[in-house]
């Protein structure tokens, strides 16, 4: 998923890149949400006991339905508008990962049984979680309820970050919201992490600005695309023995993906064959997106109270008096003002660095820390458990 | 080389009483002209402009323009270990990387000295265009403060309107409504009592009370306070600090929203 280990080179060499933002800010804007990546969180973490996740009666998933439902209402509580954006067909570079992705699934069904088996409660959620598949009627029963919310919805082409990017582009929306670091490839103007990611957790939200994602690589846009495509992206293969830090170090000596290529040592290093990653930069650099006028007007409905019970409570066995009570906060807050922004008054916001004091840089932060201590977490989890660890 | 000594040592605490709860960090500016400070809060809704000329200070020197980042929670705390009535004196080297605070008694018997480490920061700045206000109100900054604490329990945001005859603050939440009508007034003893209002034409502005209330925090500075307002534009809620400059809070208004659709 996304680019390997971008998210620590960045933290490392661009760490003015990312701002640490509060929920609540984001109140008036409009963000674009990269919907298939979300639902398929939603449908890992939401409620999840053991292989188990939220079920209606009838035995139909319905995790994605409460995560979406509930983030959804929050956001519109709290001012913001989201327009959440589905992925369309794959792009043909795509099979071999997704292909890939369909194995790992197989092999985590097969572990998951045998989990099963031997008992280990904590294996048995780990391996559920990973057979997690979001199906066409995941997807559809998501936009229903979006529709039914009065949130609007943008179906992409092809891939839903690059359409999201696109859409930023244009100053449709404020910044696209996803986890997958790809959108930045996508050269998306601002991307936000953690903003689906529910109170309880308490993770503050990121969001990265993409021109300070250059300045502080010191790369050209092109430059970055490659950087990309050399850490390892989802449309290619990877170089083994070249990580984030090799790479970005190679791309800002030779400049190019081909003159790094073309330097490399044959004998230390092995590029997989093929590698077509001029057709991979094409994709990140022209995708399939919907663009200008082939976009729709975005707009804000009431939400529909009725619908809404219709298809959460009879359909599937929400609580109604909860619904109810979140459509009602949803809809009042449609009625109020929204807060106005100091620069759509005084024209645009500038920076100011401070000129004393500047010696003493902040130390770059360790490693943005969450990807290495969840790893560990995990790692101990499994040996504790007295798992199958091979 | 920065330095700058004030008599009313005082001031300076109670200035970042007024800000600190809106900007966690900023960029205080020294030049020739004096020391200030412009800064935003995170979600970009208000904004503190404060300056203390150097023709206030006892004793100014400023060689070279510099910018120092403070984080200003931290700033306070240095500060609130000044009396009230110390000398405060503000020094800085031009390439350090600390800016030293010394406080001493009226009577010269304690001397202390804080060193606050600075911080390298970026910070947000807007620039704020000269702007004719239609309207603009006078009056005792302890009113205002009182006006937007009371209201504050009732609702979240206060509609303020300027007519010829006098300012009214209106809200309204679950339990009901309240306005409060200041009327023009100049009768009484002190000037600093009464309230002015000059107006071309009546303007009627929607704000959040939570900005308001974070402003007001600024009354000891100032027996009065200015609330400049034009149709469609941010507020502007003045202290002028005597003998030395002022601070200022720029705050955006409520606005309708026209892509809510209504239809459906």
């Known amino acids: 998923m996304g680019i390997k280990n971008l998210t620590k080179l960045l933290g490392d060499h661009a760490p003015g890149c990312c701002r640490e933002q509060a929920f609540d800010n984001y109140f008036g804007r409009r963000i674009a949400v990269d919907a298939s990546m979300h639902i398929y969180q939603f449908l890992v973490v939401v409620g999840r006991t053991g292989e188990q996740g939220l079920t209606s009666e009838a035995g139909d998933d319905t995790s994605h339905l409460q995560g979406m439902f509930y983030r959804t209402a929050k956001m519109l509580e709290a001012g913001i508008k989201p327009v959440y954006v589905f992925d369309g067909k794959p792009p043909a570079m795509k099979k071999q990962e997704l292909a890939k992705r369909t194995e790992r699934r197989d092999e985590a069904t097969e572990a998951l049984e045998e989990a099963k088996e031997t008992g280990g409660e904590a294996d048995v959620a780990k391996y559920s979680k990973r057979t997690v598949r979001v199906t066409q009627q995941h997807n559809e029963e998501c936009r229903r309820l979006l529709r039914l919310m009065g949130v609007p919805v943008v179906e992409a082409p092809s891939e839903a970050e690059a359409q999201c990017a696109q859409m930023c582009k244009e100053g449709m929306v404020y910044g696209t919201a996803s986890e997958d670091m790809d959108s930045l490839t996508f050269a998306t103007p601002k991307l936000i992490r953690n903003l689906m990611k529910p109170v309880t957790q308490n993770v503050p939200i990121n969001e990265y600005d993409y021109d300070k994602v250059l300045e502080g690589l010191k790369l050209t846009p092109d430059q970055f695309v490659d950087l990309c495509i050399l850490c390892g992206c989802d449309y290619l293969g990877t170089i083994k023995g070249i990580g984030g830090m090799r790479a970005l170090t190679l791309i800002q000596k030779h400049g190019s993906l081909e003159k790094v290529l073309a330097n490399l040592d044959s004998g230390k290093y092995d590029v997989p064959d093929p590698f077509p990653y001029e057709e991979a930069r094409r994709m990140f650099k022209e995708p399939e997106v919907l663009r200008g006028d082939a976009l729709p007007a975005l707009k804000w409905g009431a939400a529909d109270e009725d619908g809404l019970v219709k298809f959460l409570v009879e359909d599937k066995n929400f609580s109604e008096e909860r619904i109810r009570k979140v459509v009602e906060k949803i809809n009042a807050s449609r009625s109020k003002a929204t807060q106005g922004r100091l620069e759509s008054f005084f024209g645009p916001v500038t920076m100011k660095s401070s000129t004393a004091g500047s010696k003493r840089k902040e130390p770059p932060k360790p490693a943005k820390g969450k990807g290495a201590a969840v790893k560990k977490g995990e790692v101990g989890g499994v040996s504790k458990g007295g798992g199958k660890k091979k | ?264």
């Not at chain 2, 404060?50 to 060689?63: A, I, T």
């Not at chain 2, 306005?179 to 007034?185: A, D, G, L, M």
């Not at chain 2, 502007?236 to 659709?261: N, Q, T």
């Open chain 2, 1 to 264: 080389m920065f330095e700058a000594r004030l008599t009313q040592g005082g001031l300076l605490k109670k200035l970042l009483d007024a800000v600190k709860d809106l900007v966690t960090d900023g960029n205080f500016d020294c030049s020739t002209t004096g020391f200030g400070l412009q800064a935003m809060d995170t979600s970009h809704v208000s904004l503190v402009s404060m300056m203390l000329r150097s023709d206030g200070f006892d004793h100014y020197r400023c060689d070279r323009n510099i910018s120092m980042g403070m984080n200003l929670a931290n700033m306070a705390k240095m500060l609130k270990c000044a009396n009230d009535k110390d000398i405060v004196t503000m020094k800085a080297e031009d390439q350090g990387d600390t800016i030293t605070f010394m406080f001493e008694s009226e009577n010269q018997e304690r001397i202390s000295d804080f060193e606050l480490k600075l911080m390298d920061i970026d910070s947000e700045q807007l620039g704020i265009p000269d702007t004719e206000y239609t309207a603009t109100v006078r009056m005792p900054s302890s009113e205002f403060q009182r006006i937007c604490k009371d209201l504050a329990s009732i609702g979240d945001t206060v509609l303020i309107s300027v007519t010829k005859d006098g300012v009214k603050f209106s809200t309204s939440g679950d339990i009901g409504s309240a306005n409060i009508t200041i009327r023009q007034s100049t009768s009484a003893d002190k000037p600093e009592d009464n309230t002015l209002i000059d107006m071309q034409e009546p303007v009627a502005l929607t704000f959040a009370l939570r900005y308001l209330n974070s402003f007001a925090k600024a009354t000891p500075l100032s027996p009065t306070v200015t609330l400049s307002m034009s149709k469609e534009l941010p507020v502007v809620v003045e202290y002028r600090i005597s003998d030395i400059g002022h601070i200022s809070f720029y705050l955006a208004p409520k606005i309708e929203d026209e892509e809510m659709d209504d239809n459906e």
